[in-house]
């Protein structure tokens, strides 16, 4: 079999992709669509929603986009945006720039595909000049390690595209409704073989799933065949190959896909024990790395059926966190994933898209009967789940060994927006030393390579340029992130990326001010409920549900093991410090020693809260209460007694005096 040539970094189509459309064009083989009954049970077909229609009848993601691309028009149709997502690309209406009479103004957004976040030098360098030659001169780093250029116009995606697939990049399924970007912790760490395992299955697991037909070469280099230096892994080939238990569509050009790809997007993350950098819990499908005593891989921890994605008001779409599926050796790793993704191909709604992510399959069937279905695609049963040490949090800013002799330093770019002097002055040092790059889940960016002789030039270089070293960076600022929103995003009806650092400003000044200046907490911002920046895992989420307003969410952890939980609706943005400081003072009188206030808020009754921010007085506003002396021993039950019933000392000696003295 002739080899299987990576679409760059990332993209991995194959060298022969013309040839293989032309012989399954030419074959007699009509595959069937994807969730479509053989025998349908009713003299109706089965209802499936216009976008699975689109994606039937788009020749695997050609037409109407290639035809449309050509015209003068500044936009495409809806048909064609909705298969333009698979390519790598949103048609957006930037609301702020548009002209009485003129109608909307549209532009395009890139998103590109990096697996575990990595970005060769020559990429970093095609982008950051794309950005200002055909973008709006800023970069946009993702919550998922990946790259976002705004503001291309039509006329000049052919350009834009084609030159990240000859930097060794790719954009093919950044987006639509196949896998996404599969996220690892940036693979830092040379002396733990975990984390290079790491990065290099979340590039074999984004081989395995790629979409495999050739229209992104047909659209964007007009058929022109392309061949990167980095060979797709012979393991990942057979695996996808691999029909022993009719997971494939035989002779389709989409083996996996088949011609209606999957019913929605389908999100990938995988990590080491222990490190809980990507969110892991908030994925389709999460894999963890496990080695033996010596770094040898044996096998990985499966979990499935993870996704923040929400609709207000409907009480039918919620998040959910994965479960446990079991472990597989490594051996059938790539089986296992195919497995998953397969199951969710043929059993998840296509009818209803808010419906149609593979957490309500699972939470619809059970766990059990989800991997029993599983087991019977791979043809094996999981092992036990394997144990692990608790779950942390790492945001990888400041400088760190790489356990070879260079140094690596994580810069703190906030909510993942790159522009002026800080990106100039990245440049610089990108250009300087030819390093390469990291990009993390917290929208931060990591400089590696770096030899210990250039360290007092990094740090120059970015402090001349206003970069602030990690150590004066707000803890608050460095544990959040924030989605776009407005102006671009179509989906937002509230602030985000521009709302969320005045947002941390006035938050921190409220610590401050009840005397807890030096705590901080996960802290995340979206214009929507869609959950792009996973709100709903922070100790603080703010969600947008209308101008200047927003729904809050409390009680995620530190660790981003537990789901936050929906507080209180359509709280403005000018009542922020009328609704924190009752809760701020209240943890602060009531926390456990070194409790973090998504632990505390996780723990405390809702309506307990809510009951304090009601009747809350500000300190400054009270005038001094005299005070009465008991004996020690008095005291110590008195505090044992409040503390067991959750109220204050005051509160207990008040209600105890009285119900002596009405005696």
Known sequence: MAPVMRQGLGMRATARTGAVRRVARAAVVTPRAVATPSKPPTAMPAKRSKVELIKQGSDYLRHPLMEELTTEATSISEDAAQLMKFHGSYMQDHREKRSFGQGKFYQFMMRTRQPGGAVTNELYKTMDDLADEYGNGTLRLTTRQAYQLHGVLKGDLKHVFSSVIKSMGSTLGACGDVNRNVMAPPALYRNDPAYPLALKYAEDIADLLAPQAGSYYDVWLDGEKFMSSVRESPEVTSARNDNSNGTNFEGSPEPIYGQQFLPRKFKIGITVPGDNHIDMFTNDLGLVVMCDDKGELQGFNIVAGGGMGRSHRNDSTFPLLAKEMGYVPKERVFHAVKAIVCVQRDYGRRDDRKQARLKYLINDWGVEKFRKVVEQYMGHEFEPYKELPPWEFKNYLGWGEHGDGKLFYGVHVVNGRLRGDMKRAIRTLIDRYEVPVMLTANQDLVLTDIDPAWKADVESTLAAAGVRPVEEVDGLEQLSIACPALPLCGLAIGEAERGLPDMQRRMRALLEKVGLGDESFVTRMTGCPNGCARPYMAEVGFVGDGPN????????????????????????????????????????????PGESFGDFTARTDFDLLRTYQKMYVPPASVPRLPRVMVEREVFEQLAATAEAQNTTLTELATEAIKAYLSK
């Open 549 to 592: 307003s927003y729904q809050i969410w409390l009680g995620g952890s530190p660790a981003l093991d537990r789901l936050a939980e929906e507080y209180a609706n359509r709280v403005k943005v000018t009542e922020l410090e009328e609704f924190f400081e009752p809760l701020f003072y209240f943890y602060k009188s009531r926390r456990n």
